[in-house]
Every structure is written in C-alpha cells, then in structure tokens.
C-alpha cells in the first residue's frame, strides 16, 4: 500500500486559514468515510484531531475542521496560531482491513 | 481515559527480532471497544502503520512488512506486543503503541526508541 500523498510543507500568517490536502484512492480515502488527523510536535506522540473524515474529538478546537471529496481528503486550521505549527498527518481505513498514513506536512506559521 | 506505554530493548543486532509490549491501563485489553496497534517512525520521517490486532485476535499487518510480523495480545497482563524478525537498519524507529476506538488512533504511548547496529 502507498502513502497518501500531502503536501511537504504549508505556511500561513497568525489568523489566515490554511488547508491541507491528502490524496489517496478508491480502495483507502475514496472507499470509506474513515479518514482521520494527526498532529505532531517535535518530540512528542501524535495527537488525534479528526476523525471519521470531519468529527473532532472533545478538547480538539473548533478552529480544525476536516473534509473530503473523492479521493482527496482535507484538514482546514482557521484563525492560525503560533501553537498550530506543528507536523499533521492523515490517515485511512482501506480494503484491506488495513491503515494507512499520509506522508505529512509540516505547518509553519509565519 | 487509557494510558499505553511502551517497553523493551533499545538496541538490537541486525538479523535478530525487536520485541516491544505495551502496556495498557484504564481500560480493559479484552474490551470489545477497542482494537490495539503498532506505528513507527524512522528518525525524521513520517508515520507507518505496522498492524492491529482485534478483541476477538484478528491480526491485520502492514502488506510491506507482514512477512516478519507478530502482533499478539496478553489478556492476563493488559498488555499488547510487536516482535519482528530479521530486524536490519531499515527497522530503526521510534516505535508507537495506540488504541483504536474505531477506525482512528485515539490514545498513544510515548514510543520507545528501537536502534538497530552491531
């Protein structure tokens, strides 16, 4: 199975909004509403941000919302802060009763 | 809310198998609520998925590494495992263990960092 494909690196200004795109296929992303979000600081575990392609777990902030349409699904932060930088990875179900991971972005907040 | 922590050897020689166990509390391995699973990262680079394991022992593992793979579960400890055999450079990583509530990671150890050299 192949990593989905993300974006190496997005930047944005305090207060902009920013998307990041995960592209995958029929068989993962396309297949199942089963897309989800990570976030990565240096050092640290990930931490679950979206799951199910658009719900957010309790204590995740309104400001991080999630979609998808096709085989592409998407992770929007609005109202971008310092503490938002940080490395974000997608994940999906698949068809083979398997996971996948996104290769990752890293966010940097200008 | 559950709690996982990762344990086991540091280093390992190449052509020898790494074994973890994660340890779980709060909660019960044996729930149906649950399944259990491994993720690695190599130094600096993005997450893989390395397999789950189900309440009922349904195993599912990473097509790229499945040949060298167990995943089993220790329902009298809480606790999960990860051996892989035949370990070369290549398995170098910071090993993370997580619950899945559903189809997504919820909960996860702090990984354990697993280096690979003679």
């Known amino acids: 199975q192949s990593a989905l494909a993300q974006p190496a690196s997005v930047s944005g200004s305090p207060g902009q909004s920013i998307t990041i795109s995960c592209t995958g296929t029929s068989s993962d992303v396309g297949g199942y509403n089963y897309v989800s979000w990570y976030q990565q600081h240096p050092g640290k575990a990930p931490k679950l941000m979206i799951y199910?392609?658009?719900s957010r777990p309790s204590g995740v902030s309104s400001r991080f919302s999630g979609s998808k349409s096709g085989n592409t699904a998407s992770l929007t932060i609005s109202g971008l802060q310092a503490e938002d930088e940080a490395d974000y990875y997608c994940?999906?179900?698949?068809?083979?009763?398997?996971?996948?991971f996104g290769t990752g972005t890293k966010v940097t907040v200008l | 809310q559950l709690q996982l922590q990762e344990s086991g050897p540091g280093l390992v020689k190449p052509s020898e198998t790494l074994s973890l166990t994660c340890t779980v509390s709060?909660?019960?391995?044996?729930?149906?609520?649950?399944?259990w699973g491994w993720i690695r990262q190599p130094p600096g680079k993005g997450l893989e998925w390395i397999g789950t394991i189900y309440y009922l022992g349904n195993t599912y593992y990473n097509p790229s590494l499945k040949s060298r793979l167990t995943i089993s579960v220790d329902m009298s400890k809480n606790q999960f495992s990860l051996k892989v055999n035949s370990v070369t450079a290549a398995d170098t990583s910071l090993y993370f263990c997580?619950?899945?509530?559903?189809?997504?990671?919820?909960?996860w150890g702090r990984g354990a960092l697993v280096t690979v050299s003679s």
């Open positions: 709060g909660g019960s391995i044996s729930s149906s609520t649950y399944h």
């Open positions: 994940s999906s179900f698949t068809s083979s009763i398997t996971y996948v």
């Open positions: 199910d392609v658009s």
């Open positions: 997580a619950s899945y509530g559903g189809s997504f990671a919820d909960y």
